[in-house]
């Protein structure tokens, strides 16, 4: 029996040898594995289109609206007048047209490249998105190093709001509304509107020695009429009496006050809006290398 098992291993020249393919044959792959390859080539595919434009289109529409309101801002305030249009670059409208066009300019790079499967575009979004993480983080921490050099900025920024308090409606809005929402008056003191040519107690109008409405501790008569000359000569009485009608500290001790009580905010904030872009700039990296290897294969 030994003897006949062995000479069944020689294959005699006349002996049919089976020359079929079979599954332990190491040069042939096998059709599960190829089934198995292809059904990851169709899940890739699937993935490129479910993860890139819909997480796009919600910060493209942003974008989109940023950019309306500041060029409605811009329009509706003449800037483009011929005797304005020089002074359009320190226009703060022009923050929102910039930030709304590279917001929307970005978005729409990274909606098109993953629709389109394109990697250059996809690099291009993926690459500004790093920057735009790298710059925030970068301010972040030159702000929080600097911060009696950010204090002397926004003091020289509050009172260039009050020097052309009446000349820029901008810069009025927002000193009215730093104002109102702090209840406080001018940068130091209430007297900061001395720098004021019409609040300014040698200004000839009705204004002088005066402060505007929005530093009044209660500009509504009745509750319900707006009384815009609440502040009318407030300049001339002394704290003691001036505090029952106008606010007496000033905006830069508000500010800090109410950055300290919201510090852990403005934090949680800051980190949440840090981790959205770096979870975006993740899914765009993993969206890329799929792509990359979807046409390898393909």
Request: include cysteine.
């Amino acid at each position: 029996m030994r003897r006949y098992l062995g000479l069944k291993r020689i294959f005699l020249p006349w002996s049919r040898r089976d020359t079929t393919q079979n599954e332990s044959s190491p040069l042939i792959p096998k059709a599960s594995s190829a089934k198995e390859d292809d059904e990851e080539r169709d899940n890739v595919t699937t993935e490129s289109h479910q993860v890139g434009p819909d997480n796009r289109q919600d910060d493209s529409l942003l974008g989109l609206v940023v950019l309306g309101l500041g060029m409605w801002g811009l329009i509706s305030k003449q800037s483009f007048a011929q005797e304005k249009i020089g002074s359009i670059g320190t226009d703060p409208m022009l923050i929102l047209v910039s930030f709304g066009f590279v917001l929307t300019l970005l978005c729409l790079s990274g909606c098109v490249g993953a629709l389109r499967e394109n990697c250059s575009l996809l690099k291009l979004f993926s690459a500004t998105v790093l920057a735009l993480i790298t710059a925030q983080v970068l301010a972040g921490i030159v702000a929080y190093s600097l911060q009696d050099q950010v204090g002397s900025y926004l003091r020289s920024g509050m009172l260039a709001a009050m020097v052309h308090y009446q000349d820029d409606l901008d810069l009025r809005f927002i000193a009215d509304e730093i104002q109102t929402n702090l209840q406080c008056c001018g940068a130091d003191n209430y007297r900061d509107w001395e720098l004021n040519i019409y609040y300014n107690c040698s200004a000839p109008g009705v204004l002088a020695c005066g402060v505007p409405a929005t530093c009044c501790v209660d500009p509504l008569e009745n509750g319900t009429v707006w009384n815009s000359q609440c502040g009318l000569g407030a300049q001339l009485l002394d704290e003691f009496s001036a505090q029952s009608v106008i606010f007496l500290g000033g905006c830069l001790g508000g500010m800090s006050r109410w950055i300290e009580q919201h510090e852990g905010l403005i934090g949680t904030v800051g980190i949440v809006v840090l981790g959205v872009q770096i979870l975006t700039l993740f899914i765009s990296t993993r969206l890329l290398e799929s792509i990359q290897w979807h046409k390898m294969y393909m």
